[in-house]
């Protein structure tokens, strides 16, 4: 249920946003062993969420740091592929209509505009003020300025609010207010880039306050020749720069500006500079003479909110190569420029815009890089005013290179310089998302732990745009990752009783808690946790698919936990909701539901002894849902069934039918593997053998690649050992060893070799034992190998060297074996079967020290026996009290 659930989707440009699981040694026996989950499986929503958020706060971020292009057009994405029935779609629209005036596309912002002509909300409002900006409709304008608040705006609007406000009183003749707004709107801005913004609209808007005509620019020109090279011929220059501009004379209006700047003198640097300015605006800096004019203003100027102005345009211009710019922006900070700092944050923007598209070590290269000039800044500029910007970009270059731990840093560092707020609150969220990223890519507890305690701070400092419930959901979530399922359960408990918890989050975390009960073997409790699932009338959030999934899981987790009597009335009541006419799924869903569910309650009645009831329901499953998962399970119920009331015959045919009606599929395997261990069932003659033999080769041959191939292959090699075909065993091991030499079961392999050896050595070859004895020394000493295992090997190497005619040497194995895995091991004792061979390694050195005449000896590993409640105390007593009375030779 709980999938990839990481937040982090989508572009390359942030790092981050809202956060948002997953009788013997007989393996075959616990492959489907409870069958497949239908309602159990990873559901749609998590992820759509997810991707949901995170792309949302991409775009926000790309549109604040001034992409507006990239920002217009993740938001187009988002809305193309908006499920129906989602909430939030107003926001992403607010946001696209935004980007889109931020990109002067008036045309497509007015339509998106007029769609909600009728939204009297404040940010509806403010935005059909901006496109009046953009339009020049300065009555328009001027009219919805004076009917918006900034009560009615979020934080990050603030600005343009205020910024309306001074062109709206410009415009109107109110200078001194209008300055007191422009003041405000710079105060406000959420980044340097916005401020940029506002000094260029500003700065155009000032040059011109009628609307351009032919008549005006015509005017313009007669007053700008009559006073030419003085300052008010300037002032008419770049008015009739302008106009021309807006009149589509683009390369008119250049050529008088360049004309006029040859005519500046050289004393007048601020008049140079607003000319150059001008150039860089209207020939735009993706020309070769509007990106010159702005180097120029760069490297000669004198105004630093003009220099500024200029190094935005660079930053958000359309070049076809960074390679100018940046040796530009590399020659200026050289010389110390005095907006180095500007520079350093602007380099670092160019090295991470260069990494989209790039090869991958050119892409980390360049993300590196950015990394390095945003420290540089800290470094060298402590305190500076562009600290949030330098976190940021070390953040997002951090999370291109997959480094989460260090963009968490990065990021916790930026929540800190943030004031109180949204943008301060989404940072935090930020942060636990990278964490639990950091768990994803490294498996590890600790960033589980960290990301479920960041979880927590969220909550407490929450983003509105975020819900409680979905934060919640992460936090268990990352609890259950981090093996915490106690503080799981206890911020479930927590989230009962907060109002702004909705109820499907909740009980969707709940989902994934109980089955992660289920995968701790903690079915008791999973199961009582369980009947706390609503429903699905009580709780109408929990209604729908999401109660048909909780009430399938509390019938699946009766029926494990043996509650057989119980789990029937769940399950019949899952059939009914799945089968009423309002049933919350239709189509593929409602059939696979519906086999399901049939398959389950059949389950049922065979625990309950009824198998006249259960028998057709399965067959029943197989005719009507053919081909499905239900019928394909069925089988293998019904061949178990058959297996455990001794009918091996039936329950291999069902199997075989399986097998042969169904191959490729992933319960072919097992169910060759279990008929196979049905025709071993049925008797120790060679011929039930043989085709048990025949079985695991036809698994082996026709699923090489499964888990169960393996171990067929090794039962294949046991049965083969068993008929007295001990070379042929002896191959099947060696295989074995060779293919799969880092198998998690190879202990295994090398003790059925090992007895192998000792078999044939049994029956005359002498050069056997030490065959046997080179494979169990090398089990004895093999990394992670179980100490029952390790036991077993241990005494069957003495019995070797017994049988070699080494006494000695089989003595001091017996007793290594005992002294290492009971004596002096720190961590934990053999289960049952190693402490079998433990007591019969003891019996035996016991019996040598005897028979050398070391009683002491003898007695010392009696003893042992006896305090370490070891199988034989009875004998070991015996014997004991037999040595009591013999002296012992010295």
Known sequence: MD?????????????????????????????????????????????????????????????????AAVAAGMYDRLLADWPEGREGRNEVELSLAAALLAERRVALAAELLAAHADDPSPRWRLRRALLDFHRRDWPGLQSKVEELEEAGLPESEAAWFHFLQAVSWERGGRAEEAAAAHERAMEAAVSENQKAAFGVSRHRTLLVTAEP??????????????????????????????????????????????????????ADREMRDQFLLLNGLIAGSESGPGRESLRELLETGGSRELQRIALHKLALGGAPAPGPVLDLVNRLISESHPLEEELLV???????????????????????????????LLARFPGSRLTVDALELMAISAWERRQFRTAANHLNQLREALPPGRRRAETGLLVADCYFRAGEANRTIEDYRNAADAYGAVLRERPA??????????????????????????????????????????????????????????????????????????????????????????AQLAFDTGRYEEALPVAQGVLARAGADDSPLEGADLERALGHAKL??????????????????????????????????SYLVEGRYYTSINRTVDAQQRLISLADSHPGTPYAPV????????????????????????????LVREYAGHDLAFHARLRQGDLLRQLNRFEDAEAVYLSLENSMPNHK????????????????????GEGRWDQAAGVLERLFDLPGTSADFRAEAGFKLGFANLRRGRPGRARDGFWLTVSTLLLENEDGLPGPRGRYWLARSFFEYARLQEEEGRLDRAREAYSHILSSNLPGRSLAETNLARLQIQPSAQ
């Open 465 to 554: 745009s975020v819900p409680a419930g979905l934060i919640v959901f992460q936090r268990v979530l990352s609890e259950i990752r981090g093996g915490r399922l106690a503080q799981a359960e206890a911020h479930l408990q927590e989230a009962a009783e907060r109002e702004d918890v909705d109820p499907t989050h909740r009980w969707q975390a709940e989902w994934n808690l109980i089955k992660a009960m289920q995968q701790a073997d903690q079915m008791e409790e999973a199961y009582e946790r369980s009947l706390r699932f609503p429903d699905g009338q009580s709780e109408s959030a929990a209604a729908g698919e999401l109660a048909l999934r909780l009430i399938w899981l509390r």
């Open 600 to 633: 389950l309650q059949g389950r049922i009645l065979l625990a309950l002894d009824r198998a006249d009831e259960a028998l057709p329901l399965l067959a029943g499953v197989r005719g009507n849902y053919p081909g499905s998962d239900s019928a394909m399970f």
């Open 745 to 764: 079961d190879l202990p295994l392999v090398l003790l059925s070799l090992a007895d192998c050896h000792l078999a044939q050595a049994a029956r005359g």
């Open 213 to 266: 005509s032919a008549e005006l620019a015509e005017q313009l020109q007669a007053r700008m020749e009559e006073f030419q090279g003085r300052s008010a011929g300037f002032r008419f220059a770049q008015q009739y720069a302008v106009v021309l501009d807006a009149l589509g004379k683009k390369q008119e209006a250049v050529e008088v500006i360049l004309r006029t700047i040859q005519t500046i003198p050289t």
């Open 3 to 67: 999938g990839n659930h990481s937040l982090f989707r989508g572009p390359w440009l942030w790092v981050a946003a809202a956060a948002l699981i997953w009788a013997g040694f007989s393996p075959g026996a616990h492959v489907f062993a409870t069958g497949p989950d239908p309602l159990t499986g990873e559901p749609a929503w998590e992820e759509s969420e997810g991707r949901w958020l995170w792309e949302l706060k991409a775009a926000d971020n790309a549109l604040r740091l001034g992409f």
């Open 346 to 376: 602007f380099r670092a923007q160019i090295r991470l815009r260069s990494a989209l598209g790039a090869a991958a070590e050119q892409r980390a290269e360049h993300l590196a890089a950015a990394a390095g000039d945003a420290a540089d």
């Open 671 to 698: 169910a060759l593997f279990e008929a196979a261990i049905n025709a071993q069932r049925r008797g120790q003659e060679a011929a039930y053998q043989e085709q048990a033999i025949n079985l695991f080769e036809r």
